[in-house]
């Protein structure tokens, strides 16, 4: 019930000052943060408190001492909360390359490199020979076109800009050409017309959604067309009655019409995946050697690395997007360029892929392998949960994600995880609150926990915060 104008005069006029509140915050809170992070959550609170008494959802703070310690309680949790706001996660929903989760892991080789060039200068721009200004991305370039075959390469915040910086150099107020099938929305709103408009470039679209022929691009070629432009349909597939181009067919026709063709291969794999058993998916090198002027795919999606955009091709076509300014401002840093150099020098190397990239050794684990890590896990879940939980080891199958090998799923192991009362999005909450916070999936209306992204069972045996009663509600 909401209180009485009086009341509520009285309670508000009890709010203590925003020192007040401070100076009875828990010491090391007073000494860790500065004082207008402090001040600015405590106004916060206050705001927050004065709104609930005055819908009289707070209960009776009747007392100046209550409300300081309803505002310290309140502070101090924001503050636990925003220093915990961006924190390591347990991801157990199977999918290697989780965009929400941060996708690739990158290798040790990777991670020390990023922490080198953090701690000392490095020869970023610089050419110890001459000892004057280099090339940024001069090191990488030469590994990309020792894996690619390409002539020239360069490297931008992520693949979406290096596709947006291609179009804006090659295209911007002229035609490019592009099939119907292949008008693709990547997750995050990346919608292939979208970025051609704003890169300045018309897009013209030839064939139709299931199927696309070389006439059709041979028909809408004219004075006004820059490009050709294929784009690898990721995250789906057209099947049934379907016909597309092949990037050969492609670069041929360009090469009669004295054209480019510019391929978005958008996951882009440096080896054949078929090799470790995996399903195909274009390799780089071959597109190259179909023809393509240019290819642009990820870092940090089959390849391993960090979030990059990496642009190979032709020497002229590089050359001509180096000087685009608009590349200043997609550019990436010396730490993206340090952890791809290093996974590139890793796929240089003779190693064993699936055992330095972590991409690769979680795609490659063998059902064999998931079934002893769901047992140990299973083991340790029960001692956690007690006996009312039901935890099944079952078989199932993982999807690689970011749109790699759409509808290439691969046979996993997973804990099917059921409770007589709680529901299977209450668990879900129930393992996303716990610390560190574990993320399923759910399937077949069962909570389920892929171990195809769990390397060591024992990561599981988490905190739950309230143990015997679980959240019903969906959280945060
Ligand atoms: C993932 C993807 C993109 C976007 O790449 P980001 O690195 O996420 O910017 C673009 N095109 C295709 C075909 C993709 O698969």
Request: aromatic share 4%; with cysteine; hydrophobic share 45%.
């Amino acid at each position: 019930m909401p209180p009485s104008a009086d009341d509520l005069a009285r309670t508000l006029r009890r709010m203590p000052s925003v020192d007040e509140c401070i100076r009875a915050l828990p010491a090391d809170a007073q000494h860790r943060f500065n004082r207008s992070y402090l001040t600015s959550i405590v106004r916060a609170v206050q705001d927050a408190l004065r709104d609930a008494i005055a819908a009289g959802h707070e209960p009776a703070a009747d007392s100046r001492e209550a409300i300081v310690r309803e505002v310290v309680r309140r502070a101090a949790a924001r503050i636990a909360a925003d220093s915990a706001a961006w924190r390591p996660v347990i991801n157990a929903t199977g999918v290697v390359i989780h965009t929400n989760l941060g996708r690739a892991l990158l290798a040790e080789e990777a991670v020390d490199a990023l922490g080198a060039a953090a701690r000392s200068p490095i020869t970023l721009e610089y050419d110890l020979e001459k000892g004057g200004r280099g090339e940024r991305d001069r090191m990488v370039e030469e590994e990309l076109c020792a894996l690619t075959g390409a002539q020239a390469a360069t490297v931008v915040n992520n693949n979406a800009a290096a596709v947006l910086l291609a179009l804006n150099t090659l295209a911007e107020g002229r035609e490019v050409i592009v099939s119907r099938g292949e008008l693709i929305e990547i997750g995050g709103s990346f919608r292939i017309p979208d970025v051609m408009r704003k890169s300045g470039a018309r897009l013209r679209e030839v064939g139709t959604t299931n199927r696309t022929h070389p006439h059709d691009y041979a028909g809408a070629i004219g004075p006004e067309t820059a490009l050709l432009l294929k784009v690898h349909p990721s995250n789906y597939r057209v099947i049934g009655f379907t016909a597309e181009v092949s990037i050969a067919e492609l670069c041929r026709l360009a090469a009669e019409r004295g054209l480019a063709v510019m391929e978005d291969l958008g996951s882009g794999a440096l080896v054949d995946l078929r090799r470790f058993g995996l399903h195909r998916e274009p390799v780089v090198r071959e597109r190259i050697e179909a023809g393509a002027g240019l290819v642009t795919f990820s870092g940090d999606k089959l390849l391993g690395g960090p979030q990059a955009g990496i642009i190979v091709g032709r020497r002229d076509l590089i050359e001509r997007i180096r000087a685009n300014p608009l590349r200043r401002a997609l550019r990436c840093d010396k730490l993206t360029l340090a952890a791809l150099s290093a996974t590139l020098r890793i796929y240089l190397r003779a190693a064993d892929l699936t055992q330095t990239l972590p991409v690769l050794r979680l795609l490659t684990r063998t059902p064999q392998e998931l079934e002893i890590v769901a047992r140990r896990a299973r083991e340790i879940l029960m001692q956690r949960l007690g006996a009312d939980f039901l935890i099944e080891v079952a078989p199932s199958s993982s999807e690689i994600g970011s749109g790699a090998m759409p509808g290439g799923e691969i046979e996993t192991r997973v804990l099917r995880i059921t409770h007589p009362v709680h529901s299977a999005d209450a668990l879900a909450a129930m393992f996303r609150h716990a610390d560190p916070a574990v993320i399923g999936r759910i399937s077949e209306g069962a909570f389920t926990l892929d171990m195809r992204t769990i390397e060591d069972p024992a990561v599981l045996a988490v905190s739950f915060h309230r143990p015997g009663s679980i959240s019903a509600g969906g959280g945060r």
